[in-house]
């Protein structure tokens, strides 16, 4: 019996692709995949490294952040020094505005007083001068506003004095305004004195109750002190006659004149021309009978005729 062998062609051609699978499974984990691996190592390495900053980002990003708050620690410095200097400047204005308030009242007081006017003169500074100091340093903000406030309550002090020595002025020269003194009539003379004396129409002996001055008819007749009308009428015996109160129970009368310039009620000023010169009533010719009454009695009117206006 003779044997024929005969080749399996699909036999070796299984083992050749075995055999080629396995080399391509060989070079796979041989090469593909530590080339694999290397680049997923690369690629992971790249993003952690894409998501950590830089040391110098890190630092810009400090300082960046450090100058903003700096900017604004320095815009409310600028602003709290702008508000400091603005009430700086309002209480500087204030006390200025007193001061020229107080120069006025100054110069109100110096002509009240009668005070030499290049002795207080205030619209100019006062002489002073001295060799110059040592220099102690810059003045601080601190010491300006100490300054400045000691200066506003010496200005508050000094307004208040001298408010109130011009009230005291005032009435000093209010009540020399209501003094009577000064003649009433310019152009005259005393025809018949205050006191007793004998009656010009029936000789007897009368008291008479203030001073005749004789001058011509309708000759002014001054107020001799500031006051008030009381009486503008023709009152018996005295003719038309005029009476002023001037406080402090003062009161003076103007009688025989020939014409009133007031009425009752009517506020005068000393100098006023409050009636003229006549021959009214119980008078023997033109005249002016003029009294003085200190609270209601009739005094001499001689002391206050030579006193000076």
Not at 35 to 41: L, P
Not at 115 to 127: A, K, M, R, V, Y
Not at 208 to 219: C, E, L, Q, R, Y
Not at 279 to 296: D, K, P, Q, W, Y
């Amino acid at each position: 019996m003779k044997i024929i062998l005969v080749p399996d062609s699909a036999s070796r051609s299984s083992r050749c692709v075995k055999t080629r699978n396995m080399v391509i499974a060989a070079l796979v984990f041989s090469v593909v995949i530590p080339v694999a691996s290397a680049i997923g190592a690369y690629k992971l390495g790249v993003s952690q490294i894409s998501y950590q900053p830089d040391r110098e980002q890190l630092r810009l990003a400090y300082v960046q952040k450090t100058l903003e708050s700096s900017q604004l620690d320095l815009k409310e410095a600028e602003h709290a020094v702008e508000q400091q200097l603005d009430l700086l400047g309002r209480r500087l204005g204030h006390a200025q505005a007193r001061m020229q308030r107080l120069d006025a009242l100054g110069k109100r007081l110096t002509s009240m007083a009668s005070l030499e006017t290049d002795e207080f003169n205030f619209d100019s500074e006062p002489g002073m001068g001295g060799p110059a100091g040592a220099v102690t340093g810059e003045q601080d903000t601190t010491e300006l506003i100490t300054a400045l406030n000691t200066l506003q309550y010496t200005i508050s002090r000094k307004k208040d004095e001298l408010e109130i020595l011009e009230a005291l002025l005032m009435d000093r020269d209010l009540q020399s305004k209501q003094y009577p003194k000064g003649r009433p009539v310019q152009d005259g003379w005393i025809s018949s004195g205050f006191g007793y004396r004998n009656d010009p129409f029936n000789g007897k002996r009368a008291f008479h109750s203030g001073v005749d001055i004789a001058a011509k008819s309708g000759v002014p007749i001054k107020v001799v002190a500031a006051g008030v009308v009381t009486t503008s009428k023709v009152e018996p015996g005295y003719g038309v006659t005029v009476e002023v109160n001037h406080g402090k129970g003062y009161s003076t009368r103007y009688a025989h004149v020939l014409e009133s310039k007031v009425k009752a009620g009517e506020r005068v000023e000393r100098g006023d021309v409050i009636a003229t010169v006549g021959s009214t009533g119980r008078s023997t010719g033109a005249h002016l009978h003029f009294e003085v009454l200190r609270n209601g009695e009739s005094v001499n009117p001689r002391k206050y005729l030579r006193a000076s206006l």
